[in-house]
């Protein structure tokens, strides 16, 4: 019987901790088993505001360094702020380039989650735990977040990022109007850039059409590049939780999915498609992404690249072919910031809800999410949703977890037997383990029989972890009052608290190893365990309480029906 528990005991453990550490290198931490690296010094990003450098034909073997915004010689770019206001949206872009520098998303509050241990460490440091609730940022460009939007020529002949542009007027709010567009304008060179960008009322994806007019007497061959500029540093989670992916991501239809950590594009070991004429590139953080969908069937470049201390980019450059003295052409393209919401992702480009990235449970967790939503529309609580989804799945593996609980509560039948055989024989082992299997044998019970039931079931209850954070559906969705966000820690840690005392209830109606030091560690066990959920999002303990509590009413009620006295 103890061999069974331990065996249990220790695929959990050993589970856990495999889980969190894959997790961790997963999203480019060190791993808990090797000596952490020294931290890396972030130091002042170059050029006068920071921005990244125009990328050069071939962008994908060279990473050019930053360079200043103007040259020696020539008059100091103009940058003034333009505001575009939408339902969704508040975007700045600036003259100097017509970058995107700010923007924020209107419709997704950012609260800074902490859990009740973190509140108490903070009040014993005096720190400030105040949590204004503001609207959630993609687009930055301060100290805190450099997080940019540049498109331009390449070459310093033609205009780009770095190059002054004029504003066209009009309206800069939706208002009663279903689209509002910003034009700018810029010359170099006898060559003319137009940007165009069109915002949708109730849609994260822009619009975003360049148009480059030949006032020049020879024909030209310009290449335009889109590209998404981003430091290395994670959005701010609560104290120790698993942080998710950001990074770069890839799609073409060849190589398909594919991210693209920030330390390999500083080491220079990034692996990703270079030429491709479908797909996209994108950045991606936790449950937001921002990315740029050039047309498709049309060629370029895909390039990754180190721009300066702490700050990388990932773009691609479009070939536009020629174009004739007084001849203008144009290049449609869409640049998504948003939410990774399932069923809007969908709609934005081939490949593109692959952002939201289950990782080795992808084949188990979309499935899991499809019947999670479908729940959602009935039920309208993601909460409820949680519970609903809990016990469908426990009905589900019910014949498998009734097999694993009959065999514990047969073996916690035989506990007496099995310690008289161990006193009777203690100091012959050989004839000690004969007797027990002659036990076994005699009783139809099998040690270990309860193990393969939770080993089959444990990658489902994996992919449902990754699914519970992943999804942006459970960010700010309330349950029950003190919880008003499933996506953050429990902020009273009652959630944990109940965890434990299920856990411990679970560990009392189990069969107790006759040793008495195994039995003492598997007392201390519940502790163990429940500790890390008290930074877990309490979604995802919340799955757990409800899964733990329905396993100890089967256990309970198999147990009862096991030891019930047969008639006569």
């Known amino acids: 019987m103890d061999i069974k528990r331990l065996v249990l005991w220790a695929v959990m453990l050993f589970s856990m901790l495999t889980l969190w550490n894959n997790w961790g290198i997963y999203n480019g931490k060190p791993s808990m088993f090797a000596p952490p690296k020294p931290p890396e010094l972030t130091a002042?990003?170059?050029?006068?505001?920071?921005?990244?450098?125009?990328?050069?034909?071939?962008?994908?073997?060279?990473?050019a360094a930053a360079a200043p915004v103007t040259a020696p010689g020539e008059t100091p770019v103009h940058s003034e702020p333009i505001t575009i206001t939408t339902d969704v949206f508040k975007a700045v872009f600036d003259t100097e380039g017509g970058q995107l520098k700010h923007l924020e998303l209107l419709q997704h509050k950012n609260t800074k989650s902490q859990t009740?241990?973190?509140?108490?460490?903070?009040?014993?440091?005096?720190?400030?735990t105040e949590q204004a609730q503001q609207n959630e940022v993609i687009f930055d460009d301060t100290p805190k977040l450099k997080y940019l939007a540049q498109t331009g020529l390449i070459g310093d002949l033609y205009p780009n990022h770095r190059t002054g542009y004029t504003v066209r007027p009009g309206p800069r709010s939706l208002d009663n109007s279903d689209q509002v567009q910003l034009i700018l304008d810029s010359e170099k060179g006898g060559v003319k850039l137009t940007k165009i960008f069109t915002f949708k009322r109730g849609q994260y994806s822009i619009d975003v059409k360049h148009e480059v007019t030949n006032n020049t007497g020879a024909a030209i061959s310009p290449s335009l590049y889109l590209q998404l500029v981003r430091d290395g540093n994670k959005p701010e989670t609560a104290r120790f939780a698993p942080s998710a992916f950001t990074g770069a991501a890839v799609y073409t239809d060849a190589d398909?999915?594919?991210?693209?950590?920030?330390?390999?594009v500083e080491k220079g070991t990034e692996e990703h498609a270079a030429k491709a004429d479908n797909g996209w590139i994108a950045l991606v953080q936790h449950f937001f992404v921002s990315a740029f969908i050039p047309p498709q069937k049309m060629p370029r470049e895909i390039y990754t690249k180190k721009v300066d201390t702490n700050l990388y980019a990932i773009g691609n450059i479009l070939p536009m072919g020629s174009v004739a003295p007084g001849a203008t052409v144009s290049v449609d393209a869409t640049l998504f910031s948003g939410p990774q919401d399932t069923a809007l992702l969908e709609k934005v480009a081939p490949g593109f809800e692959l952002v939201k990235d289950y990782g080795f449970f992808t084949v188990v967790a979309k499935p899991i999410f499809w019947i999670?939503?479908?729940?959602?529309?009935?039920?309208?609580?993601?909460?409820?949703?949680i519970v609903a989804f809990t016990a469908l799945m426990r009905l589900a593996f019910f014949p498998l977890s009734a097999a694993s609980y009959r065999s514990m509560a047969k073996m916690k039948v035989l506990t007496p037997k099995m310690t008289a055989i161990r006193e009777r024989y203690k100091s012959d082992p050989q004839k000690m383990n004969q007797a027990m299997m002659e036990l076994y044998k005699s009783e139809k019970a099998n040690p270990i029989g309860g193990c393969l039931p939770v080993l089959i079931q444990m990658p489902v209850f994996f992919a449902l972890y990754s699914v519970?954070?992943?999804?942006?559906?459970?960010?700010?969705?309330?349950?029950?009052?003190?919880?008003?966000?499933?996506?953050t820690p429990d902020p009273l840690s009652i959630l944990p608290v109940l965890m434990a005392v299920a856990m411990f209830i679970q560990t009392r109606l189990s069969p107790p190893p006759p040793d008495p030091m195994q039995a003492k560690i598997m007392m201390f066990m519940p502790l163990i365990f429940s500790?890390?959920?008290?930074?877990?999002?309490?979604?995802v303990v919340l799955y757990y309480v409800v899964n733990t509590t329905l396993s100890i009413a089967q256990q309970w009620f198999i147990t009862k029906k096991l030891n019930a006295p047969k008639p006569a």
């Open 116 to 128: 009740l241990l973190d509140v108490i460490t903070e009040k014993i440091h005096h720190a400030d």
């Open 256 to 264: 398909h999915f594919k991210t693209v950590p920030f330390d390999k």
């Open 372 to 385: 999670m939503d479908q729940i959602h529309k009935l039920l309208g609580n993601w909460g409820w949703t």
């Open 468 to 487: 519970l954070q992943s999804s942006v559906e459970t960010r700010n969705a309330p349950w029950l009052g003190w919880i008003q966000d499933l996506s």
């Open 531 to 539: 500790i890390t959920f008290f930074w877990f999002p309490s979604g």
């Open 44 to 63: 002042p990003v170059a050029g006068a505001n920071g921005e990244g450098s125009v990328p050069a034909t071939g962008a994908t073997a060279t990473a």
